[in-house]
């Protein structure tokens, strides 16, 4: 068992809601645009209820406070096969944190730092992922916390006033492409939100496994509430197809608040709460990394995985040649064919679960009647 404190419920929805919301906050959020066309916001709800339906179908099964989701899977399939899967989901989760770095990079260099070399700019970002994780979960949630509020003040201040450059007449149709072509979208993307499989590796940091399942379901919900009414900003004041023409669409809208001669670039503020969330999250991504690391070779400190993990992640965020790349890779890739892989390993581990279950229940049951006998 990986040992490295505890954290409160509140702590932890605030880094997974900053996990999920900053995610959305940068060009990932053009594949749900993409294929969702004008209806983008019930694109991104389908996906993520089937994911958060997933997950909470496994909740049952992570009661044990000593032991993560990667445990499970030693328990239920074996040293052999429960390393396969475990390395299977870790390969999923680290290119997945390493193509949103390409995301970031690119996002900062068209904002900050436009004539700076990219790899000095992914080595900049990968070491400021590395220094947060060496002081472990206690500090990266204390962090998250306060971090919260100013994230979370600053998305409703953009979406409340990017109302004055809002046309009604960009209101879509409810169903856009329509509900069969919706739902089979949302059913292939639903790989888009597979971040939240890593709230399973958090059981150990939370005492109590009710407030653990209170923390998943809230932060679920804000985190839908909140995609939802970013995407239909963006949708109303950018409609569809011009959205998927910009490769910052949240940038671009907080471009065209102003108020007045004395108050000018209202994007710096957003920019800022994003660079904040995307240092956050990454941080948090490469803890959870480590962690999984450290679980899958049956290790107890997690500390020594994180070099080779940051120079696997350094090296993968290089690969893409541009931001169209990266995005294509992580829609058709991480996307459509990954989910049915790892998919097809968490229906398993589902159904074996709760067969070990009922088995278990069925045996305390005669093992209470042959006593009662």
């Known amino acids: ?13 605030s880094l997974f809601f900053i996990l999920i919301v900053g995610k959305e906050m940068n060009s990932s959020i053009l594949i749900l645009i993409h294929a969702g066309h004008n209806a983008a916001e019930l694109l991104l709800m389908i996906s993520q209820m089937i994911m958060v339906i997933v997950i909470a179908c ?3 099964l992570c009661k044990d406070p000593s032991k993560n989701l990667f445990d499970h899977f030693f328990d239920y399939f074996g040293p ?26 690119e996002q900062i260099r068209s904002i900050f730092l436009p004539t700076t070399p990219i790899a000095l700019i992914v080595f900049i970002l990968v070491l400021s992922m590395i220094i947060p994780v060496y002081y472990g979960i206690e500090v990266l949630g204390r962090t998250s916390l306060f971090m919260l509020y100013f994230i979370g003040v600053t998305i409703l ?7 004055s450059n809002a046309n009604l007449n960009n209101i879509p149709p409810v169903f856009g492409p329509g ?14 939100f597979g971040e939240l499989i890593a709230y399973l590796m958090m059981r150990p940091y939370l005492r109590s496994y009710s407030s653990f399942k209170r923390s998943f379901y809230f932060v679920s919900g804000s985190t839908l509430i909140i995609g939802v009414l970013q995407v239909l900003s ?21 471009k065209l608040i102003y108020f007045g001669r004395f108050i000018q670039h209202v994007e710096s503020i957003y920019a800022v709460a994003w660079l904040v969330a995307m240092c956050v999250r990454l941080s948090f991504m490469m803890y959870v990394l480590s962690v999984a690391a450290a679980s899958m ?25 541009t931001l169209s790349d990266a995005i294509d890779f992580k829609d058709v890739v991480l996307e459509q064919r ?3 892989l790892y998919g097809t390993i968490l229906i398993l581990f589902i159904i074996v679960g709760y067969f070990k279950l009922w088995r278990n229940k069925r045996a305390d049951t005669k093992k209470a009647k042959l006593q009662s006998a």
């Open 80 to 105: 052999i096969v429960g390393f396969v899967f475990s390395l299977i989901m870790f390969v999923a989760l680290m290119l997945d944190l390493s193509i949103n770095v390409t995301f970031d990079l």
């Open 58 to 60: 496994m909740l049952p």
């Open 1 to 13: 068992m990986i040992k490295d404190g505890h954290i409160s419920p509140m702590q932890l929805i």
């Open 234 to 254: 963006v949708q109303f004041v950018f409609p569809y197809p011009s959205n998927d023409q910009l490769f910052f669409p949240l940038i671009e809208m907080a």
């Open 179 to 192: 509900m069969g072509a919706l739902l089979k979208q949302g059913i292939v993307h639903v790989g888009f």
């Open 338 to 340: 990954l989910p049915f």
């Open 157 to 163: 201040f953009t979406i409340v006033f990017s109302l």
């Open 297 to 321: 070779v049956r290790a107890t400190n997690y500390r020594r995985f994180v070099p080779s993990i940051a120079a696997l992640v350094f090296y993968i965020a290089l690969l893409p040649s």
